[in-house]
């Protein structure tokens, strides 16, 4: 005698689970990107708006020992996102080598906003190897010394409801740091923003 077939119903069943799974996520999908079609975020923007290097003392033994003060302009011209930053670290370099590592306390910015933060990087007995040494010498003689900053965050960026966290990279190469107190002839460096 034959042995009866499995009833069809619980193979449609899974199928039909399935088929409603995949299409909730096209549905969602859709969705994040119409949101994002209708939002357009602007590009952010930043620059370093004043410099100064203070206490520089390059030791004999090529030691350095300095506070480098810098005002670094963070902007957001987007009307609809506002930004969360997280987890934010400053990094000056000179010839990649680097001098200072600043964590700064996160910090909340609203739409159409431009943000001034205040970044006192301290380079406190940084031991420079190779030619580093002779060429900051070289860039103290002429009164100014050209450093790197890098500017790294976790973010999270607010259209609405939905957020989106992203990881925020801004370089800001040669910026040429009068030493002294005053920023007397700074020119404000304009910064490469990785994609968010």
Not at 11 to 34: D, E
Not at 109 to 132: F, I, K, M, P, W
Not at 160 to 189: A, D, I, N, Q, Y
Request: proline share 4%; net charge positive.
């Amino acid at each position: 005698m034959a042995q009866p077939a499995a009833p069809p119903q619980r193979s449609s069943l899974v199928r039909c689970i399935g088929l409603i799974l995949v299409a909730l996520v096209i549905l969602v999908g859709l969705i994040v990107i119409i949101t994002w079609l209708a939002v357009q975020p602007k590009k952010l923007r930043y620059s370093i708006e004043e410099g100064s290097i203070s206490g520089y003392n390059l030791t004999k033994s090529n030691h350095l020992n300095a506070t480098f003060h810098l005002v670094l302009r963070a902007t957001n011209p987007s009307h609809q996102m506002s930004l969360y930053y997280d987890r934010i670290t400053v990094t000056a370099s000179f010839e990649d080598q680097k001098l200072s590592i600043l964590n700064v306390s996160p910090f909340y910015q609203g739409r159409t906003n431009v943000t001034h933060l205040d970044l006192q990087l301290a380079a406190e007995g940084v031991a420079l190897y190779g030619a580093v040494a002779g060429d900051l010498r070289m860039e103290q003689a002429a009164g100014y010394v050209d450093i790197d900053v890098e500017f790294r965050a976790k973010i999270r960026l607010k259209f609405g409801v939905f957020k989106v966290h992203r990881k925020l990279r801004v370089l800001c190469g040669s910026v040429t740091v009068p030493l002294g107190k005053k920023p007397m002839g700074f020119e404000r460096v304009w910064c490469d923003v990785d994609r968010y």
